[in-house]
């Protein structure tokens, strides 16, 4: 069967011209390469399909709201997104979005002028959680970018301040990550071997700070949550994740003295202290290596220098 048909058998709210024009653009590999339209499947075919969502019932709205742009070309832009932004329109988020300021940000381009409510996205970041962001300006830079994250050959690195310390400076999460059953809007670690899908999270600690440690990781595979439920798997979860249990004080001492400090610290960083550093990946166009990096925000940076304060006082008081 050609592959056009056999593709538009199988994949829901889609049409054949659809698929043959995703062909035409070389989003469509069979093997590892570019198919044509008259491609006649066969046994243990292995076949990878990028194709933009189904359109959605609402309308993307371009919305002038200001971006720190690390880069930009003409095949992509790099922005450092603030915690507290969603990355594209969902349900209960339908304006304020990183996409509807990208939407107005690049009005004259065709990929930001359709009813796509992910243009360019190649990968996203939890609202919550901030630092560096990448977003294709070409279908050709997409489908090239979204190649580097399938096959893993992204740099990632992300800072996170953790619960508890650690006894060994670096470490391997390996875990397959799901929706939790009991709970879909957040996920879990199976180790069934069958459910979810693996993932691996690769962290070193850079600073104990008594009760938290500062912590970088490095992601060999990118699933949802997954450095937040990781990190929860081992018993350190992210400070102040509300969704992964990281609100709570979970170490130090009993002292009201010292849960004044802990809700003060909530009060500074009112969110998941997870921030994006790096993104290293080879340019679409050029395949030259980029490589960015980031500042941590001034809610990180803060919370940082008030735990560690807080050590450097208490140490001086045991003295």
Same mark, same amino acid.
């Given at each position: 069967?050609?592959?056009?048909?056999?593709?538009?058998?199988?994949?829901?709210?889609?049409?054949?011209?659809?698929?043959?024009?995703?062909?035409? #653009?070389?989003? %469509?590999?069979? /093997?590892?390469?570019?198919?044509?339209? +008259?491609? =006649?499947?066969?046994?243990?075919?292995?076949?990878?399909?990028?194709?933009?969502?189904?359109?959605?019932?609402?309308?993307?709205?371009?919305?002038?709201?200001?971006?720190?742009?690390?880069?930009?070309?003409?095949?992509?832009?790099?922005?450092?997104?603030?915690?507290?932004?969603?990355?594209?329109?969902?349900?209960?988020?339908?304006?304020?979005?990183?996409?509807?300021?990208?939407?107005?940000?690049?009005?004259?381009?065709?990929?930001?002028?359709?009813?796509?409510?992910?243009?360019?996205?190649?990968?996203?970041?939890?609202?919550?959680?901030?630092?560096?962001?990448?977003?294709?300006?070409?279908?050709?830079?997409?489908?090239?970018?979204?190649?580097?994250?399938?096959?893993?050959?992204?740099?990632?690195?992300?800072?996170?301040?953790?619960?508890?310390?650690?006894?060994?400076? #670096?470490?391997? %999460?390996?875990? /397959?990550?799901?929706?939790?059953?009991? +709970?879909? =809007?957040?996920?879990?670690?199976?180790?069934?071997?069958?459910?979810?899908?693996?993932?691996?999270?690769?962290?070193?600690?850079?600073?104990?700070?008594?009760?938290?440690?500062?912590?970088?990781?490095?992601?060999?595979?990118?699933?949802?949550?997954?450095?937040?439920?990781?990190?929860?798997?081992?018993?350190?979860?992210?400070?102040?994740?509300?969704?992964?249990?990281?609100?709570?004080?979970?170490?130090?001492?009993?002292?009201?003295?010292?849960?004044?400090?802990?809700?003060?610290?909530?009060?500074?960083?009112?969110?998941?202290?997870?921030?994006?550093?790096?993104?290293?990946?080879?340019?679409?166009?050029?395949?030259?290596?980029?490589?960015?990096?980031?500042?941590?925000?001034?809610?990180?940076?803060?919370?940082?220098?008030?735990?560690?304060?807080?050590?450097?006082?208490?140490?001086?008081?045991?003295?």
């Amino acid at each position: 069967m050609r592959i056009d048909k056999y593709l538009d058998d199988r994949i829901s709210n889609t049409s054949r011209n659809k698929i043959q024009i995703a062909i035409a #653009a070389k989003l %469509v590999l069979v /093997n590892e390469q570019p198919a044509k339209s +008259n491609y =006649k499947v066969k046994p243990n075919d292995i076949i990878q399909v990028m194709m933009g969502y189904p359109p959605h019932e609402f309308e993307l709205i371009p919305e002038n709201i200001p971006l720190n742009i690390v880069y930009e070309d003409e095949a992509l832009i790099i922005v450092n997104k603030p915690a507290g932004m969603v990355v594209h329109p969902s349900f209960g988020h339908y304006s304020g979005t990183l996409v509807n300021a990208l939407a107005y940000y690049l009005r004259d381009l065709e990929l930001f002028n359709g009813t796509d409510m992910r243009p360019g996205l190649v990968h996203r970041i939890d609202k919550d959680t901030s630092g560096l962001l990448m977003v294709a300006k070409t279908v050709e830079s997409k489908r090239h970018l979204s190649m580097q994250f399938f096959d893993h050959t992204i740099q990632r690195t992300y800072n996170a301040l953790v619960w508890g310390t650690f006894q060994e400076q #670096a470490g391997t %999460v390996t875990g /397959n990550v799901a929706r939790k059953l009991k +709970n879909r =809007k957040i996920m879990d670690v199976f180790s069934d071997g069958k459910t979810g899908k693996h993932a691996v999270t690769h962290y070193n600690v850079l600073e104990d700070l008594g009760y938290v440690s500062l912590i970088e990781c490095n992601l060999e595979t990118g699933r949802t949550h997954q450095i937040r439920v990781h990190m929860q798997h081992i018993a350190h979860p992210i400070f102040n994740d509300a969704e992964y249990g990281g609100d709570k004080i979970l170490k130090g001492t009993t002292f009201t003295k010292y849960k004044q400090f802990v809700q003060n610290c909530f009060e500074i960083c009112p969110r998941q202290a997870l921030h994006a550093k790096t993104l290293g990946f080879l340019h679409p166009y050029t395949d030259e290596k980029l490589y960015f990096n980031s500042e941590l925000p001034d809610d990180f940076l803060q919370l940082v220098e008030k735990w560690s304060g807080y050590i450097i006082n208490r140490d001086t008081d045991t003295l």
